[in-house]
């Protein structure tokens, strides 16, 4: 099992699980740990769009 390493792009934190989204016409996706995610997605409502979810531990 390998073990990887991401950093949120809000909090530059690594974090096991990130969550992959884009928001605010930024076109580019873009890491989120779960805190930060909570925030972006009320903050950019209209705009937040999820792209899936990435894991440290991979088989």
Do not use: E, H
Request: with cysteine.
């Amino acid at each position: 099992m390998r073990i990887r390493q991401k950093l949120c792009a809000q909090c530059q934190q690594s974090k096991p699980v990130m969550y992959r989204c884009r928001y605010d016409k930024n076109t580019a996706w873009r890491f989120s740990c779960g805190p930060c995610l909570l925030i972006l997605k009320k903050k950019y409502a209209k705009t937040y769009q999820y792209g899936g979810t990435w894991k440290a531990k991979k088989k």
